[in-house]
T-cell receptor
Framework: DAGITQSPRHKVTETGTPVTLRCHQTENHRYMYWYRQDPGHGLRLIHYSYGVKDTDKGEVSDGYSVSRSKTEDFLLTLESATSSQTSVYFC??????????????FGPGTRLTVL | GIQVEQSPPDLILQEGANSTLRCNFSDSVNNLQWFHQNPWGQLINLFYIPSGTKQNGRLSATTVATERYSLLYISSSQTTDSGVYFCAVRSNFGNEKLTFGTGTRLTIIP
């Protein structure tokens, strides 16, 4: 199994509070991703990183920011949580070698509830 | 962007039965993956298969990239096969993201 951990695994918070989710990998992969999973939508990309301090937006990035100061850690921050951000958040990693996009591996997920 | 459709949306089978899950996509891809999300929510990689055929035990997958579809075969189903199966693709013309289908929910009855 790919070495990916997420913390916390569960969190309940109130509207308007800041929240930071952490993804940690031990695989030294260059690419890291944050997805959210909601009923009826499958998984959707929030942000991704292609190296330390290199990040880009996904399709549902509004209200989220990310940071990557080390290869192994990718942080997702909700500056001011809203009820619409209640979801399950998955981190993923992959490597890119030459012209080949390698497969993505997913962490165990974080269930976030915003009251 | 690329569209991914999975069928059927739901499937209920008796233990021991065989099944075929289908994934259609609307554009050329350089990555296609099949995942199993178990009842505990964990996403398990089944196949990385942008083209061709692969087999792993009772599971096999075929992707016909030129016709823009992939099939996942499950033989001799077991109750542990229950869960949601996702197909995800990366478009040749998109960014780094995987685009997921909405999944097939498989329920295996003992």
């Amino acid at each position: 199994d790919a070495g990916i951990t997420q913390s916390p695994r569960h969190k309940v918070t109130e509207t308007g509070t800041p929240v930071t989710l952490r993804c940690h990998q031990t695989e030294n992969h260059r690419y890291m991703y944050w997805y959210r999973q909601d009923p009826g939508h499958g998984l959707r990309l929030i942000h991704y990183s292609y190296g330390v301090k290199d990040t880009d937006k996904g399709e549902v990035s509004d209200g989220y920011s990310v940071s990557r100061s080390k290869t192994e850690d990718f942080l997702l921050t909700l500056e001011s949580a809203t009820s619409s951000q209640t979801s399950v958040y998955f981190c993923a990693i992959s490597e890119f070698q030459g012209a080949i996009y390698n497969e993505q591996f997913f962490g165990p997920g974080t269930r976030l509830t915003v009251l | 962007g690329i569209q991914v459709e999975q069928s059927p949306p739901d499937l209920i089978l008796q233990e021991g039965a065989n099944s075929t899950l289908r994934c259609n996509f609307s554009d050329s891809v350089n990555n296609l993956q099949w995942f199993h999300q178990n009842p505990w929510g964990q996403l398990i990689n089944l196949f990385y298969i942008p083209s061709g055929t692969k087999q792993n035990g009772r599971l096999s997958a075929t992707t016909v990239a030129t016709e823009r579809y992939s099939l996942l075969y499950i033989s001799s189903s077991q109750t542990t096969d229950s869960g949601v199966y996702f197909c995800a693709v990366r478009s040749n013309f998109g960014n780094e993201k995987l685009t997921f289908g909405t999944g097939t929910r498989l329920t295996i009855i003992p």
